[in-house]
């Protein structure tokens, strides 16, 4: 299948701080991205749709001032979580999709944000 | 609001026992029902999918049952293995793709 690539795996940052998670398609160009959110023991959730190019469409109840989606190429997608307080600690995990026709999304291992 | 219902939380099933898992849903807009399987700190990873002009599909010892009039539809793990102990997802797509996840459901394959 194809591969996605989250990094970091797992970040500690001090709140008030940014921090940038990135997603990369490896070995195919990834039309749509999705970003999702995972606190333990729960379910995804998701945040944002992205399209290369284009402005992330956020699902009601995400600040997209605070979650910053860019998707500039067809295998890089980038979520940057701005001035991070703890309660934005969670497991975020990105998705990618291959085309519009395709609709099996392709998940990235996760990252892991830890804000002290 | 959860959009996709999936039931149990948890379930504990001896080794070479049969796992079952169920997720009903409410749109019908939706065209595509993935299962995916996920370990402590890892990503989902996909296991088996459906498409609702399908009732089953089987991929191993995995099995998806579909019934489009109830809108439901389950996962049947046979032979269930230690190794198979994870958290299982059920998901729902429409044509854009955005997948919503039911609750999840723990498993746990004893010896």
């Known amino acids: 299948g194809a591969v996605v690539s989250q990094h970091p795996s797992w970040v500690i940052c001090k709140s008030g701080t940014s921090v940038k998670i990135e997603c990369r398609s490896l070995?195919?160009?990834?039309?749509?991205m999705f970003w999702y959110r995972q606190f333990p023991k729960q379910s995804l959730m998701l945040m944002a749709t992205?399209?290369?190019?284009?402005?992330?469409?956020?699902e009601q109840g995400v600040e997209k001032d605070k979650f910053l989606i860019n998707h500039a190429s067809l295998t890089l997608s980038t979520l940057t979580v701005t001035s991070a307080h703890p309660e934005d600690s969670s497991f975020y995990i990105c998705?990618?999709?291959?085309?519009?026709?395709?609709?099996?999304?392709?998940f990235g291992q996760g990252t892991r944000l830890t804000v002290v | 609001q959860q959009q996709v219902k999936q039931s149990p939380q948890s379930l504990i099933v001896q080794k070479g026992g049969i796992s079952i898992i169920n997720c009903a849903y409410e749109?019908?807009?939706?065209?595509?029902f993935p299962w995916y399987q996920q370990f402590p700190g890892k990503g989902p990873a996909l296991l088996i999918a459906i498409r609702p002009d399908v009732s089953e599909k089987k991929e191993g010892r995995f099995t998806i049952s579909f019934n489009k009039s109830a809108k439901q539809f389950s996962l049947h793990i046979m032979d269930s293995q230690p190794g198979d102990s994870a958290t299982y997802f059920c998901a729902a797509s429409d044509s854009w793709g955005k997948l919503q996840f039911g609750a999840g459901t723990q498993v746990v394959v004893t010896p």
């Open positions: 992205s399209n290369e190019g284009s402005k992330a469409t956020y």
């Open positions: 070995d195919f160009q990834a039309t749509t």
């Open positions: 998705s990618a999709r291959d085309s519009a026709e395709n609709t099996e999304a392709f």
């Open positions: 749109n019908t807009a939706f065209d595509y």
